[in-house]
C-alpha cells in the first residue's frame, strides 16, 4: 500500500453534517455543468446545496437545520 | 518596526533599557506592570523578539536571560487569567468529539463585530478595525508556526496540510498575510508590519499575546490547536459578511477579497483543524482535551472582549 492509498490518509473525506474533502487537484463539476478546478491542497465541495459558492462549501451548512445537512 | 509606544512604567523602563541599557536588564526583576495596557505591550513586545524583531533593539536580545523571565512572568498572569475565565465561563471541558466541537464554538454568544461591519459600519469604523486586525493578520498563520517540530508525524503532517494553504502553497503572492497587506495598501493604510500597534487596546494585545503564548510553549499545545480549530470554525460565514460590509460602504477589492478568500479556505481549514488536526492530537494525546477547549474557548472569548470594546468605543 503506498502512502497515497493508505486508509488513514484519504483522498475524499464526508464530513458528517458538512463538506466533502478532496485531497490534491481535481477537477468538479457543478449542476449546472460547469468545471471548476481545485486550487488548494485540499477543496471542500457543499453537500448541503446551499452554498453561494458552489461547488466549493462556505459554511452555510452550519446554518441550516441539522436534520437538513447533508 | 520600532519599538511601541511605552504604556506604564514597566514597559517605559523595559523599551528603554532593551534599546540604549541592555547591561540593566537585570534592574527589571521586580517591576509590575501597572495595568492592563502596560503588561499587556511589554509581553507584546518581548514576544516580538521572536518574530521579526525591532529596528532599535538588538537581535541578539532574544534569549537574554532576564527578558526570558520577565516573560515568563508575564505569561504566567495570562495563562491564569485565561484558565480563571474558562473556568467561570465553562467549568469542566466537555468531552471530545468533531461534532461537539463544532457545537462547542456554534453554542459560544457574544458581540459580532462582522454582524456590525456587515450592516451597520461606517468606512471609518471599518478602517479602524482594518488597523486593529492588521497587528495579527500581517503575521497570520505564524503564532501556530512555533508548533510544527512538537508533534507527532501525524499530527504535524495534519497541521502542514492547513498552513501550506495559509502560506500560499509555496507563492509569496497567495500568502494570506500578502492578501491583507495589499487590502491594506488599497485602502489607503499602511501595509507594514506592527505599523498599528500603538494604536491597538489591551484587548487586541491579549488576543494577539494568547495565540504566541500557546504556540511558543510547548506544553500548551493541545490549547494552540484548540485555539486554531475555534478560529477556522468561526471563519467562513463572519467573512462572508465583512466582505460584504466592505463592500457596502465601498472600500477597494482588494480588501473585500481578502475576506472573501476565508470563505472557501476557512470552510476547509475548520475541518481540517477539528478533525484531522485536532483529532489526531488527541488521537496519540487524548489528557489534551482539557486544553483543546481551553484554547477554543480562549479564541471565542477574547474575541468577545475585542467586539466589546471595539463596539463600546464605536457606540459613544
New interface residues.
Partial sequence: MTASTSS?HPDV?I?????L?L?GEHVVQDEQGLAHRTT?????VCRCGKT??SP?????H??IPARNRP | MLTPKPRGTLSQTLFELMRSRPDELGTTRGLRAEHADDAQIALWALYELSYRGFEDVAESLEWHPDLVALRGELEVDLENALRERFRAAVGEAPAWSPEGFFDFCAEHDGPSLAAFVHRDADAEQVLDLLRLRSIYHLKEADPVAWLVPRLDDTTKAALMELQYDEYGTGNPHLLHAGLFARGLEACGLSPAYGAYIDDAPAEILEQNNAMTLFGLNRRLRGAALGHLAAFEATSSLPSRRIAQGLRRVGLPDAIAAYYDEHVEADAVHEQLAVRTICGSLLAAEPTLAADVFLGAFSCLDLEDRVAHRLLGEWAA
Fill in positions: 488513514d473525506i464530513c458528517p453534517g458538512g463538506p474533502l485531497r488548494r491542497p485540499v477543496s471542500a453561494s459558492t466549493w462549501c462556505d459554511g452555510t452550519k446554518v
